[in-house]
Antibody, heavy 114, light 113 residues
Framework: QVRLQESGPGLVKPSETLSLTCSVSGGTISSYSWTWIRQPAGKGLEWIGRIFASGSIEYNPSLRARVSMSLDKTKIQFSLRLTSVTAADSAVYYC????????WGQGTRVTVSS | EIVMTQSPLSLPVTPGEPASISCRSSQSLLDSVDGNIYLDWYLQKPGQSPQLLIYALSYRASGVPDRFSGSGSGTDFTLKISRVEAEDVGVYYCMQRNEFPVTFGPGTRVDIK
């Protein structure tokens, strides 16, 4: 049974870089596309971007200037980096596999605060 | 980007009764190449990650009860619950993946009257 698990610091200071990892267990990362989605507290879902097993990447244009993603096939995980964060980046961050999103991680809450 | 809207935003329901949620897209979600409509429905139960209910307009995801159904065409879509159960409470989101970037509707909160 494939599972996704997000990890990373729960607190990030304004203007710093948010870094999260999604670990994939019970399966391979060499297929599918791998997505990051976030949800500010009490609000809706925002698609951040996805990385394909081939290495190609699509970012939401609204975040493209600050976001990057990578894939580590040896560690069977993929990562998200978001630079120059502000309070508006505080959210629960989810990783998910492919589209449609049948498989989600449990989410990790990130707060941007000094 | 394609803007998704939903109505109503809040829906009190009575167990055993039907319920319906509408979703509209600012552009057609019909893929001109394969004829599919890439509109999905998700339910986010309290304290949980979203879960896939319906994909590609009308296909139920594995394990989803047949009381859930999806329909629509072009820019107007509907999720129907034939007989609401208490476990169906939560926020329902429609999502389009026909065009980049993927976008979600604002969500419809369903709770029991």
């Amino acid at each position: 049974q494939v599972r996704l698990q997000e990890s990373g610091p729960g607190l990030v200071k304004p203007s710093e870089t948010l870094s999260l990892t999604c670990s994939v267990s019970g399966g391979t990362i060499s297929s599918y596309s791998w997505t990051w989605i976030r949800q500010p507290a009490g609000k809706g879902l925002e698609w951040i971007g996805r990385i394909f097993a081939s290495g190609s990447i699509e970012y939401n244009p609204s975040l493209r200037a600050r976001v990057s993603m990578s894939l580590d096939k040896t560690k069977i995980q993929f990562s998200l980096r978001l630079t120059s964060v502000t309070a508006a980046d505080s959210a629960v961050y989810y990783c998910a596999r492919d589209t449609p999103y049948l498989l989600w991680g449990q989410g990790t809450r990130v707060t941007v605060s000094s | 980007e394609i803007v998704m809207t939903q109505s109503p935003l809040s829906l009190p329901v009575t167990p055993g009764e039907p319920a319906s949620i509408s979703c509209r897209s600012s552009q057609s979600l019909l893929d001109s190449v394969d004829g599919n409509i890439y509109l999905d429905w998700y339910l986010q139960k309290p304290g949980q990650s979203p879960q896939l209910l319906i994909y590609a307009l009308s296909y139920r995801a594995s394990g989803v009860p047949d009381r859930f159904s999806g329909s629509g065409s072009g820019t107007d879509f509907t999720l129907k619950i034939s007989r609401v159960e208490a476990e169906d409470v939560g926020v329902y989101y429609c999502m389009q993946r026909n065009e980049f970037p993927v976008t979600f509707g604002p969500g419809t909160r369903v709770d029991i009257k």
